[in-house]
């Protein structure tokens, strides 16, 4: 599904943004994880784009209106030592646990998630902004403690629009390599 989705975006948005026949892009996505965070880098943030969260209560795709969104927050590792792991929580809790169990006990685990993430729990595009932010700002702070050409092991659990900007964020020249992990119960 990646070299499809590379595909199909070449053919269909990148090419219509080099001709100028598209200056906005309204973002309406479902997909996997992994599939969301690399339509993000694929978009990049030159083009000006409105990532939008589809709402299981109510319904809807509209960002609700003068609702209390939860603010991200950032949780370091104690040591910069292991392997380093990032994960993303605002649809649900991670438990580091899950984590270690692949990148062993001494990982360094850094967390960007919600005081109580739920999978409706992005509510505003002034919320998307504010993790953007974080986001670039968590990004450069992981790059400063490790080489550029170290792999990151991105885990996301993330609300649709969060994954997308997630990806978006990304400067491919400038950032870490990731490797990106989708929880998949059948395979283990």
Do not use: C
């Not at 299981?56 to 209106?65: A, H, S, Y």
């Not at 929580?89 to 993430?117: F, H, K, N, Q």
């Not at 550029?148 to 900007?165: D, G, M, N």
């Amino acid at each position: 599904e990646t070299e499809n989705l590379r595909r199909k975006f070449e053919k269909r948005v990148s090419e219509r943004l080099a001709l100028g026949e598209v200056d906005h892009l309204s973002v309406f996505s479902l997909a996997p994880q992994p599939l969301l965070v690399l339509l993000g880098t694929l978009l990049g943030d030159i083009v000006p784009s409105d990532v939008y969260q589809r709402h299981r209560e109510p319904p809807t795709w509209k960002w609700p209106r003068n609702l209390a969104t939860q603010d991200f927050e950032l949780r370091e590792p104690v040591t910069t030592s292991g392997t380093p792991a990032l994960i993303l929580a605002s649809s649900a809790t991670v438990v580091e646990e899950r984590i270690t169990s692949l990148l062993g006990r001494d990982a360094s685990i850094w967390m960007v998630t919600l005081p109580t993430p739920h999978n409706d729990a992005m509510k505003s595009r002034e919320q998307l902004s504010r993790l953007r932010s974080l986001l670039r700002f968590v990004f450069d702070r992981i790059k400063a403690a490790y080489s550029q050409s170290t792999v990151l092991h991105v885990f996301p659990a993330a609300a649709i629009s969060a994954a997308v900007e997630f990806g978006r964020v990304r400067m491919p020249k400038a950032d870490m390599p990731w490797l990106i992990y989708d929880q998949v119960n059948a395979r283990g």
